[in-house]
């Protein structure tokens, strides 16, 4: 299976926020029982830590799709970040390939980085998200909750160190 997939389509979100989709499921899917997880980009540890829980679920034939949703400031166009996107598709599949998990891997650009998440989602997607204890809600936790009230299954694992 192709570990990228650059087939992305785009529409115009709530206010008027440009965002991507991914068209990942597919009638073959729900026949075989395949389960997708999205895992969302935080930082190498924790999407190593997101990976490797997910990876433990081998019985469930479960795939990934490992998405880096990327801030895009608003004078510069959506086609054209001033984020290097060799480098980013590059850092996404080096973490994708080191699971060995069955997926793809996808970097999206957006104006705002919840907007995105929202988006990109299937209703009721299940989310593997990792994130650090601190006494103070960090910023996976936030996406976390608000991925919760949107109507979606978040999987919030906590990363002790």
């Not at 026949?31 to 999205?38: E, K, Y």
């Not at 995105?116 to 996406?143: C, D």
Request: net charge positive; charged share 20%.
């Amino acid at each position: 299976m192709k570990s990228s997939n650059k087939q992305v389509s785009g529409f115009r979100g709530a206010q008027g926020a440009a965002c991507y989709e991914i068209n990942r499921s597919t009638a073959s899917d729900a026949a075989t029982g395949v389960l997708w997880a999205v895992i969302p980009y935080t930082t190498p540890e924790l999407t190593r830590a997101a990976l490797r829980h997910t990876g433990v679920c081998s019985d469930l034939n479960i795939h990934v799709s490992l998405v880096d949703v990327q801030v895009v400031p608003f004078p510069c166009p959506l086609d054209q970040p001033p984020i290097n996107q060799e480098f980013s598709e590059s850092r996404l599949n080096n973490l994708f390939k080191e699971s060995g998990l069955p997926g793809k891997t996808s970097v999206l650009y957006t104006r705002d980085w919840l907007e995105g998440f929202r988006g990109l989602l299937e209703p009721k997607s299940l989310v593997v998200l990792a994130t650090k204890k601190r006494w103070w809600p960090t910023r996976q936790e936030k996406l976390a909750r608000a991925l919760t009230t949107a109507g979606h299954q978040v999987m919030l694992l906590p990363v002790v160190r």
